[in-house]
């Protein structure tokens, strides 16, 4: 079967750092999404990775191994404003998005 | 620009009803989505198409149908609602066409609940 496995939550201060993990193992892979959820709100998009190694973007970064199923999404200098829900998604063999349940962060003063 | 909208945002619904969930997009997309978020779960594909006049079923399609009649339009039916269908629905769209991956852009969902 497929399978997206992610941390349920996580909690981190303000101004620090948190990497958010990502596994998975699907049929096929054409990328792997990540997507910022803010409760009540509707998921948008942060970063997409196809290739090996590390995307940056602000103070978020992606990174991807394909050999090890594995990804992370790195926050620097946290904010409040980015206590939200990560969802990591693999696109497979069928160009459909298989979903992880997401991390819910929690950003602390 | 709206991007995508769904209507209604919310609606509560006796078990039995039929009710359809609109959802329109003026980002000229090829490709759309209806998912269900349910707690604890992943976003889940119900149905999508890949191009106007084309629908196929995601990976929970039982007891929704869709239409794609023109690009911009895409609405999910439910025939006769039943309360496990009680969930938030996401519209999505991308302009991956028939084979491409590229990132889906979603509406603001619809809380819907069937009592």
């Known amino acids: 079967g497929q399978n997206i496995d992610q941390p349920t939550e996580m909690t981190a201060t303000e101004g620090a750092i948190v990497q958010i993990n990502c596994t998975y193992q699907?049929?096929?892979?054409?990328?792997l999404f990540w997507y910022q959820q803010h409760a009540g709100e509707a998921p948008t998009f942060l970063s997409y990775n196809v290739l090996d190694g590390l995307e940056e973007k602000g103070r978020f970064s992606s990174f991807l191994s394909r050999s090890k199923g594995y990804s992370y999404l790195l926050l620097k200098e946290l904010q409040m404003k980015d206590s939200a829900s990560y969802l990591c998604a693999v696109m497979d063999s069928n160009y459909q998005l298989i979903w992880g349940a997401g991390t819910k962060l929690i950003i602390k003063p | 620009i709206a991007g995508i909208t769904q209507a209604p945002t919310s609606q509560i619904l006796a078990a039995g009803r039929r009710m359809t969930l609109r959802c329109t997009q003026d980002m000229r997309h090829n490709a759309m989505y209806w998912y269900r978020q349910d707690l604890g779960l992943g976003l889940r594909l119900i149905h999508y198409s890949n191009t106007a006049g084309t629908t196929g079923k995601g990976e929970v399609p039982d007891g929704y149908s869709v239409s794609r009649a023109n690009t911009d339009d895409f609405p999910l039916t439910l025939a006769s609602a039943v309360p496990s269908q009680t969930s938030v629905y996401f519209c999505a769209s991308s302009d991956a066409g028939l084979a491409g991956a590229d990132t889906q852009y979603f509406g603001p969902g619809t809380r819907l609940t069937v009592l």
């Open positions: 699907t049929s096929g892979f054409n990328g």
